[in-house]
């Protein structure tokens, strides 16, 4: 079995490349352990690294981070479907492209420093675990449309909350 392909039921498939790459955002969908934690992490790590090349300018981290949720988005579900079907399991773990877009959202309009990094990491993982209504119902969606947009919807509580919080600091 080649680096290029996968056995499921005893049979060699064929991986596409760019798409497991997008899935698991360059490799971190194959960390051990908790791997959608680990691209959360990652995602929050370029936001932060995004947020000391623009300061002092919000508007730019703004935008940046719009941009890159609708890469993760656009890219993210076509990868995500291609990655489900390929490795012939039901969402599986490796698949992470959809935390990336889930903590990007959560971060949207998040000031730049470690405690709203933090307080969105914290969050968005914990929404995206509990899964509150109507999240869970998004999973029902289609391959990569569900994979992707219920982790979206997590971000966006996330977000919500943070605002809340943030509102109350």
């Not at 791997?35 to 300061?55: N, Y």
């Not at 039901?90 to 959809?98: G, K, M, Q, S, T």
Request: charged content about 15%.
């Amino acid at each position: 079995m080649t680096e290029n392909s996968s056995a499921v039921n005893g049979e060699i498939r064929k991986k596409t490349k760019w798409a497991f790459a997008v899935a698991t955002f360059f490799g971190a969908g194959r960390l051990k352990p908790a791997p959608g934690t680990w691209a959360s992490a990652a995602a929050v790590l370029l936001w932060a690294a995004l947020a000391w090349l623009v300061h002092p300018a919000p508007q730019i981290l703004l935008l940046g981070l719009a941009c890159g949720i609708a890469l993760a988005v656009t890219f993210g579900i076509p990868a995500a479907t291609i990655a489900e079907r390929e490795s012939g399991q039901h969402d599986p773990r490796f698949i992470v492209i959809d935390e990336v877009a889930g903590q990007w959202t959560a971060l949207l309009i998040a000031p730049a420093d470690w405690r709203n990094a933090l307080l969105a990491l914290v969050l968005f993982r914990l929404l995206d675990i509990v899964k509150p209504f109507p999240v869970r119902r998004l999973e029902r969606l289609p391959g990569g449309w569900g994979i992707v947009f219920d982790d979206v919807a997590a971000g966006l509580y996330a977000l919500g909350v943070a605002l809340l919080v943030r509102r109350w600091m």
